[in-house]
C-alpha cells in the first residue's frame, strides 16, 4: 500500500517508547508508518525530559504544554489540535483513544474540515458510566473510522453506537526480528538460578485484573504436590504490594521472584527463558478488561505456549487447545491444571509453540497491521 500524500496526524494523548498497551500501540504505529515513508506528524502532551526522546525519533513530534491539569485539558487539546490542523493543512487525523484526544477532534472536524478516526483498545469502552458514556457515544457515532483492536471489542462499539460508521479489527503487532526463538537467555538463568526448576513468566502492568494472585494460588498448590516451579513477574503497577504479602501468606519465597520493569532489550530473553507464559486476565469489578494482550503474541513468537483468562479479547490472541489454553481467571483450581498438563507434555509445548510462531508472523506483524492502516488513510483523503 502506497502512504498518502497529505501527511496524517497522530493524536496520542501519551507518546513515549515506554511499554504498556497503548503507549506501545500508538510508538509502534508511529514508528512503522514513517519506515515504510508514511508523512506523519504526532501531537502529544509534554512532559519531563520528553525531549531526550524526540531528539531520537525521525519524524515531527508536536508537543502540548498544560494538558495534564483535568480542568484545562480538553479545551487546551482543542487550541493544539486547531492549531496544528490549520498551520499543517492536515485532512485525516487518528486519535488513538476516544478520550481525550477523540473527543477533542469531535468537537472540531466539523468547523476545521477534517475526518477523524479513532482507536478503541477494550477496558475504555466498557467502563465509562453516565455523561462520559454519552460523550464516547457521541465521539464515535462522528468518526469516520473506528479501529478495533479485537473482535470483543468491535461487537461492543456495535451495540454501543449502532450507527453505519465502518469499524475494522487490527490488532496489535510484534517484531518477529525481536521475538524470536533463537535467543540464548543463558545470563538470566545464571540470574535466578534457574537449573532444575520450570520457568512460568507473566509480563504485565501488575494490577487486579491480570490474574496474577490467582496464578500464586496456583503455584501453592503445584508446589506443594512437588512440582519445582519458578514464577517471574516481570512489571510494576498498582497490585504489587498485595502481590507480595499474597508471597509471604503462602510462603512463595523460594518460587516466585519479581524482576520489576525490564529493559526492552531484555524482555525477549524473558520470553525464552520460560517454559510457559501466564496471563489468566479476568474483567474487574470496574469492568475494566484486558484489551487484546500483546504478550500472548510477543511470547508466542518465542515459540512459548500461553494461559490466558477467557475474557476481554484474549481470545483473538490465543487460539484455544493449539497456540495454548484459555481458562476461567478467576479459578485457581483451572489455571494449576493447565499448567500442569503443559510442564508435564513436552512434546505438547513444542508443539504449541511452533503454532505460536506461525500465527505470529502470518497474522501480527507490525507490516500487516500498517498495511490495514494505510487502507484506511487511503480511503479516508481518496
Not at 21 to 34: P, V
Not at 42 to 60: G, H, M, Q
Not at 344 to 355: A, P
Amino acid at each position: 500500500m502506497q502512504p498518502t500524500n497529505r501527511p496524517i496526524l497522530i493524536f496520542s494523548y501519551n507518546f513515549t517508547p515506554q511499554r504498556g498497551g497503548i503507549q506501545t500501540y500508538s510508538y509502534q504505529l508511529c514508528m512503522h508508518l514513517h519506515k515504510q515513508g508514511q508523512k506523519i506528524i504526532v501531537l502529544a502532551r509534554n512532559y519531563d525530559n520528553s525531549e531526550l526522546i524526540d531528539d531520537e525519533i525521525p519524524f515531527k513530534i508536536i508537543r502540548m504544554k498544560g494538558v495534564g491539569f483535568k480542568l484545562f485539558r480538553i479545551p487546551l487539546l482543542m487550541y493544539y489540535l486547531a492549531k496544528t490542523v490549520i498551520r499543517n493543512r492536515i485532512r485525516t487525523v487518528h486519535c488513538i483513544s476516544w478520550l481525550p484526544t477523540g473527543f477533542a477532534a469531535r468537537l472540531l472536524h466539523v468547523p476545521l474540515h477534517f475526518k477523524y478516526i479513532v482507536t478503541c483498545h477494550g477496558g475504555e469502552i466498557t467502563q465509562p458510566r453516565f455523561i462520559k458514556k454519552s460523550f464516547m457515544i457521541s465521539t464515535l457515532r462522528n468518526a469516520s473510522w473506528i479501529i478495533a483492536g479485537n473482535r470483543n471489542t468491535k461487537t461492543a462499539v456495535d451495540q454501543l453506537i449502532k450507527s453505519p460508521t465502518p469499524i475494522s479489527i487490527i490488532h496489535f503487532g510484534v517484531d518477529p526480528e525481536i521475538f524470536h526463538r533463537n535467543l540464548d537467555p543463558d545470563f538470566l538463568r545464571n540470574r535466578f538460578s534457574t537449573a532444575g526448576k520450570s520457568i512460568i513468566l507473566t509480563v504485565a502492568d501488575l494490577k487486579p485484573r491480570k490474574g496474577i494472585d490467582n496464578t500464586l494460588h496456583a503455584v501453592k498448590k503445584l508446589s506443594d504436590k512437588g512440582l519445582n516451579i519458578l514464577y517471574l513477574i516481570v512489571g510494576n503497577g498498582s497490585d504489587m504490594n498485595r502481590l507480595k504479602g499474597l508471597v509471604r501468606e503462602q510462603k512463595l519465597s523460594e518460587s516466585v521472584r519479581f524482576a520489576g520493569q525490564v529493559t526492552d532489550n531484555e524482555l525477549p530473553y524473558y520470553y525464552a527463558l520460560c517454559d510457559i507464559f501466564v496471563m489468566p486476565n479476568r474483567e474487574s469489578s470496574d469492568h475494566d478488561i484486558e484489551g487484546f494482550g500483546i504478550a500472548f503474541i510477543e511470547a508466542g513468537a518465542t515459540g512459548k505456549p500461553v494461559i490466558g483468562g477467557r475474557s476481554g479479547g484474549v481470545e483473538d490472541a490465543i487460539t484455544d487447545k493449539r497456540t495454548g489454553f484459555l481458562v476461567d481467571g478467576t479459578k485457581p483450581d483451572a489455571i494449576a491444571d493447565a499448567i500442569e498438563t503443559l510442564l508435564s507434555d513436552k512434546e505438547l509445548r513444542t508443539k504449541m509453540g511452533i503454532e505460536g510462531i506461525e500465527r505470529a508472523h502470518s497474522l501480527f506483524q507490525w507490516d500487516t497491521v500498517m498495511v490495514k492502516t494505510s487502507m484506511i488513510y487511503s480511503k479516508l483523503q481518496s
